[in-house]
């Protein structure tokens, strides 16, 4: 069973690969706009269905999210010869780039964040004992809020992991997340904290869109809250799709819910903050708990119940542990 997947695995990934190839060496050579973006209809097409080639939640999940989400969003830009690949005359940087959540650090020094303002250090070894304390735990328990913590620390790992493999290229990245455990308010934690390249992505492909095309007709405030809703939307549809890929169950639109939820909720923020002129400075400790735990509560409402109703989460528990149990027979 493990040695199928990993032959299925291994063959999506060969697909990729060629399918980036293409992506470098023809819709380059093609005039930016509508022909580029035909001429990679094909490949929008393939990185949307791959998942289905597999059959374990881990494998799915990453490929979901690697490529049919952020290579599709990435190659989506390209057309416009806008976003990261626009700038790349490398292959491997331009595949590397397509093929991984990642975002090169920019060397402009007046975007580094300075260290000290961290409150723990991103060390990846504490990291991982704390995935796998926490998996265990959940493994025990079945609590919700350490399935929520693993989450979490799975995506930063896959980050690391993503860091690793493009070092000797000499590419260096921005960190996956930016502390959301501190997070000032749901705007901050969903646009500058949580899973930043992601959050990244949405902003290119579908707020600054829609908020350029709308301002004109409603003004600037009502562009930003339609902007903002609508990448809240297109978020949840993409999990969706995600969670309908891993289960291959008709979707029941909780997640979806759970996003458009967050979306209102943003958008009160938002309209307390210039209508009211409302500015709570409150200190991490306070501001960190309400805003982890507004996520963490509505997550156990809407987020996580279709993960539990098709056991994705004991599949999972599953496959990291034979991961677990085969790297320490290599090793």
């Known amino acids: 069973m493990i040695e199928e997947e990993t032959q299925k695995f291994s063959k ?41 080639s597999l059959s374990r939640p881990i494998p799915i999940t990453i490929i979901s999210w690697f490529i049919t989400w952020l290579a599709n969003s990435k190659l989506l830009l390209y057309s416009f010869n806008l976003g990261p690949l626009s700038t790349q005359k490398s292959l491997i940087n331009f595949i590397l780039i397509a093929a991984l959540p990642i975002k090169i650090k920019r060397k402009d020094p007046l975007h580094c964040t300075p260290q000290n303002t961290r409150i723990l250090p991103p060390n990846n070894w504490v990291r991982s004992f704390f995935f796998i304390l926490f998996v265990v735990i959940y493994d025990f328990t079945k609590s919700w809020i350490m399935f929520g913590f693993a989450l979490f620390l799975f995506i930063d790992l896959c980050f690391a992991i993503c860091a690793f493999l493009v070092g000797p290229f000499g590419l260096e990245l921005e960190e996956p997340s930016d502390e959301p455990y501190a997070s000032s308010s749901l705007q901050d934690f969903w646009g500058k904290r949580w899973n930043r390249m992601v959050s990244d992505t949405l902003r290119h492909t579908v707020y600054k869109p829609i908020r350029l095309t709308f301002v004109k007709f409603v003004g600037l405030k009502w562009a930003q809250v339609m902007a903002t809703m609508a990448t809240f939307f297109v978020s949840g549809l993409v999990h969706e799709l995600m969670y309908y890929n891993v289960s291959r169950v008709r979707p029941t639109w909780e997640v979806t819910c759970y996003f458009l939820l967050h979306g209102v909720c943003v958008v009160i923020e938002m309209a307390l903050k210039r209508e009211l002129g409302l500015k709570l400075n409150l200190h991490w400790a306070i501001s960190g708990p309400l805003t982890v735990g507004f996520v963490m509560t509505t997550g156990y409402w809407l987020f996580f119940p279709p993960l539990w109703r098709n056991h994705i989460d004991a599949e999972s528990i599953e496959d990291i542990k034979t991961f677990g149990k085969n790297l320490k027979m290599v090793f």
């Open 12 to 52: 999506a990934c060969l697909v990729v690969l060629a399918c980036l190839c293409y992506s470098f060496f023809i819709p380059s050579k093609l005039p930016k706009g509508k022909i580029r973006l035909f001429s990679l209809l094909p490949i929008f097409s393939l990185f949307t269905i791959l998942p289905l």
